[in-house]
């Protein structure tokens, strides 16, 4: 790996990056951060970053990312609600594993996600890269959509979109964001962590 190629392009990337990108980037990394700690300020922060990232997105031909980016919103608020709403008993609402049927429409909604994003990107949008722009959105769904229902899983799905995404924001130029899914790939990992820790006996719901 050209370590000097890679430091080179960030540096360069930084002084192009825009006030907004960098506003979007921040408070993306808070809501993740608040994510790990189970912190309710997860959807509060979220939202800013995912409303500047409809805008940035849009304007580098990610459609499918601006779709994921208005999604996240409504997931966030929906997220909010549950994580705010107590159990029966008056508790917190508890970290959790999906059962076996969950797994399985994760990966449905994966498949069907996937195939209509592709579908979509290449046939109606000028996206050049319709096979991981439908990826990293469809598997970043799924992982809302779990993060929303305090699923252990989630992080697995968060692992899988960031990885991808890294390469795929340099490929747009978007240098400071896809650092971002850097610092999100192991800031995910430590949460996978973290969330396996607080669940402690394998409950699944």
Excluded: C
């Amino acid at each position: 790996m050209d370590w000097q190629y890679i430091w080179e392009g960030l540096q360069e990337g930084l002084a192009q990056t825009t006030l907004l990108e960098a506003i979007a980037a921040f408070f993306g990394v808070a809501s993740v951060y608040y994510s790990i700690k189970k912190n309710i300020l997860v959807f509060p922060t979220g939202i800013i970053s995912t409303l500047i990232y409809i805008y940035i997105t849009v304007m580098v031909g990610l459609y499918a990312d601006m779709g994921i980016n208005f999604y996240y919103t409504a997931m966030s608020i929906y997220g909010w609600y549950v994580w705010s709403k107590p159990t029966p008993t008056g508790e917190e609402r508890p970290v959790t594993y999906l059962k076996k049927s969950g797994i399985f429409y994760s990966l449905a909604i994966f498949g069907a996600s996937y195939l209509t994003l592709y579908l979509v990107l290449s046939n109606y949008t000028d996206s050049t890269v319709p096979y991981w722009d439908s990826f990293t959105t469809s598997s970043a769904f799924v992982g809302m959509w779990l993060m929303a229902k305090k699923k252990v899983e989630n992080w697995i799905a968060w692992i899988i979109t960031d990885l991808v995404s890294v390469p795929l924001y340099w490929h747009k130029d978007l240098i400071l964001t896809s650092f971002q899914f850097m610092v999100f790939t192991v800031m995910a990992i430590l949460g996978l962590i973290a969330w396996m820790k607080a669940a402690k006996k394998p409950v699944y719901a």
